[in-house]
Nanobody
Framework: QVQLVESGGGLVQPGGSLRLSCAAS????????MSWYRQAPGKERELVAT????????IYADSVKGRFTISRDNAKNTVYLQMNSLKPGDTAVYYC?????????WGQGTQVTVSS
């Protein structure tokens, strides 16, 4: 079965950096687009970044452009989100996501808190 397991969240000061990882299993990882979403308290879940199956194409939300970088290692079945220059507004639970054969799958999420 499809499994997505996020890691790497935590508490960081404004201006700091974190790298999130999402380990995937149960499907042919190199075939599918992968995405990161986030959900802040009281807000709807929003798309943060998407990467094509080969890694050759990426899309970012305007709010994170120039600060976040999505990447993937198809040999390790893992997608990453490098987050730099973090702001308090980036505080949220971050989720890994993919759509396989018409079904959307989510990880359990990892908490990112940006605070001094």
């Amino acid at each position: 079965q499809v499994q997505l397991v996020e890691s790497g969240g935590g508490l960081v000061q404004p201006g700091g950096s974190l790298r999130l990882s999402c380990a995937a299993s149960g499907f042919t990882f190199s075939t599918y687009t992968m995405s990161w979403y986030r959900q802040a308290p009281g807000k709807e879940r929003e798309l943060v970044a998407t990467i094509s199956n080969t890694g050759g194409s990426t899309i970012y939300a305007d709010s994170v452009k120039g600060r976040f970088t999505i990447s993937r290692d198809n040999a390790k079945n893992t997608v990453y989100l490098q987050m730099n220059s973090l702001k308090p507004g980036d505080t949220a639970v971050y989720y890994c996501n993919t759509k396989v054969l018409g079904t959307r799958y989510w990880g359990q999420g990892t908490q990112v808190t940006v605070s001094s």
